[in-house]
């Protein structure tokens, strides 16, 4: 397959620092749908729309934060849990927001916040015994390595 001069470009673009990963991101959608390539059509619609439920998600949307728990007196609290198995258990869990709102965390520094369901919560008191309250945080600053990884396949799949 010879490059045409839109690949040349959205290449050219996607090795740009100066570019807009979620703006490169779209054009490509775009050249993928004009071209029928599928896969990457299909990959790029989840990273710019968000992961659906119901999607394998890729592995570096595999995120890791930390457990807090919530005292009646005194606030937020990170919580140790029994063991590295029970930490990643609980902590670890897939990021399915659309890129560009990683991104804005990211730039913003602005954590990421997950509560847990109501039987989350009830096995939690149960296990770790103390806080009225559960949820994992995550630091925007920690999202660069999901965005790092996101453009990295970008710029693979462009020069397969």
């Known amino acids: 397959m ?9 290449q050219r673009e996607a090795t740009s620092e ?13 050249y993928a749908v004009e071209n029928d390539l599928h896969e ?24 890791s934060g930390t457990l807090l728990a919530e005292m009646s007196f005194s606030g937020w609290h990170p919580i140790e849990g029994e063991g590295d198995d029970f930490k990643r258990h609980v ?18 520094k602005h954590p990421i916040w997950l509560p847990f369901t109501s039987d989350e919560k009830e096995f939690l008191s149960e296990t770790v015994g103390i806080g009225i309250s559960y949820g994992v945080f995550l630091g925007g600053d920690q999202l660069k390595p999901l ?13 397969i």
């Open 40 to 63: 990457l059509e299909t990959w790029l619609y989840n990273e710019l729309n968000g992961y659906p439920d119901t999607t394998i998600t890729p592995w570096y949307r595999r995120l």
């Open 2 to 10: 010879s490059p045409t001069s839109a690949l040349i470009e959205l």
């Open 18 to 30: 100066r570019a807009s990963l979620v703006a490169v991101m779209e054009k490509a959608y775009d």
């Open 91 to 108: 902590t670890t869990f897939t990021c399915r927001l659309p890129i560009a709102e990683i991104v804005t965390y990211h730039e913003c």
């Open 147 to 159: 965005i790092n990884q996101a453009n990295k396949k970008l710029l693979l799949l462009f020069y």
